[in-house]
C-alpha cells in the first residue's frame, strides 16, 4: 500500500528536517555491523511503507551488486585479518577482510536509502521554510542535492525505456546478437567469437550512451535552473516568504524533544560500541544487546508511527 501523505505530514517541517539529519550522520558514522543493519532494516521498512513493498524491492536490484563490488574489492586490496578463506596465488584473502567490505559497502546503501526517504518526506518548500531565512543559500544546497538522487535514478530509467523502445536501436541489437550455430565437435572459428562479443559490446556501448544522456541533462537542468531563479529575483528580497505556513506547535515540541532524547541515548551507546568493536584482526567486541535498543527505536520511529496510523484509520 502506497500513500502520498507521510506521518512527517502531520508535524513542523523542523521535526522531519532534524530526524533527516539524525539518520544521515548515523548512516555515515557508525561503522558497526549491528548499527549498518539496524540502519537497512529500518530504512528499507519505511520505504516499503512510503513507495510499497514492491517498489522498494525493485529499487534495491541495483545496490545488491554495489555491495558484493566493494566486499569484493576490499580483501582484494587488503591483506589482513586472522581468519584465512583462501590464496588467491601467493595473496590471502580474509574473513575479516570481507566482513569490512561488506560493512563498507552497507553503509553507501545506507546513505543512499537515507537520501531517498529523505528527499521524500521533506520536500524543497519544507528545507526553505526552516532554513530560507537563516541561510537561504545553505538551504538552496540542501533542497537541490537531496532531490539529485531520485531524479538521476528517473531519469536513468526513462532513458532506459526510451532507448528499448527505440526500434532502430533494437533491430541493431538483435543483428549484432544473432549468430550461427556451431555443429557437435564444431570449432567456432575466429569470426564467430567476434560476433559472441558484440552484443556485450553492445550493451557497454548503451551504459555510456545512457550516462552521457544523463550527464548532459543534468547540466543543461543546472542552467534552466540558474536562468529560472535569476529572473524570479533570487537574493532580491532580504526576507524570504514561503508558499504555505507552518506553525511550531506544542507536538513538534513534544517530537522533536524525544527524536533529542533517543539521539543522545543512541549516540552515547554508538561511541561506546564503536570504540570498542575491531575488525582487525579477529572481529570481536560486541556490546550488550541492550545497548542497541535505543538505536533500533530511533530508527524505526517513523515506520512504527505509520503503522499505528493506518491501523487506526482502517479500524
Known sequence: MQTNDTIFDRYHPAVALIYC??????SM???????????????????????????ALSGMLWQA??????????????????????????HAVYLEALCYGLCQGLMLVNVLLAFSIAARVVSSDKVLCVLGNATPTLALMISMAMRLVPQFVRRGEAIADTQKACTAASARS????????????????????????????????????????????????????????RARGWGAATKRATY??????????????????LTVAAAASAVAACDEFKFY???????????????????????????????????
Not at 561503522?31 to 513507495?51: D, E, I
Not at 505556513?245 to 524533544?257: E, L, S, V
Not at 567486541?285 to 484509520?313: D, H, M, Q
Open 21 to 26: 539529519g539524525v539518520l544521515l550522520a548515523f
Open 244 to 261: 504555505q505556513r507552518y506553525r511550531f506547535r506544542k507536538a513538534d515540541a513534544f517530537a522533536c524533544a524525544f527524536i533529542a532524547v
Open 174 to 229: 538483435a543483428c549484432t546478437a544473432s549468430a550461427p550455430s556451431h555443429s557437435a565437435g564444431a570449432r567456432p572459428d575466429a569470426n564467430a567469437v567476434s560476433r559472441s562479443a558484440k552484443p556485450r559490446r553492445a550493451a557497454l556501448a548503451n551504459g555510456l550512451r545512457l550516462s552521457t544522456v544523463l550527464m548532459s541533462w543534468g547540466m543543461e537542468d543546472s542552467l534552466e535552473t540558474v536562468d529560472a531563479m
Open 29 to 55: 558514522a557508525a561503522m558497526h555491523p549491528v548499527y549498518l543493519l539496524a540502519t537497512f532494516a529500518g530504512l528499507v521498512a519505511y520505504n516499503a511503507v512510503l513507495r510499497g513493498a514492491k517498489a
Open 281 to 315: 584482526p579477529r572481529i570481536a567486541g560486541f556490546a550488550p544487546w541492550f545497548s542497541y535498543i535505543p538505536y533500533v527505536l530511533l530508527v524505526a520511529l517513523p515506520t512504527i508511527l505509520e503503522a499505528k496510523e493506518r491501523r487506526t484509520w482502517l479500524r
Open 65 to 90: 551488486p554495489l555491495v558484493l563490488i566493494l566486499a569484493i574489492a576490499n580483501p582484494l586490496f587488503v591483506s589482513a585479518g586472522s581468519t584465512e578463506l583462501f590464496r588467491i596465488g601467493l
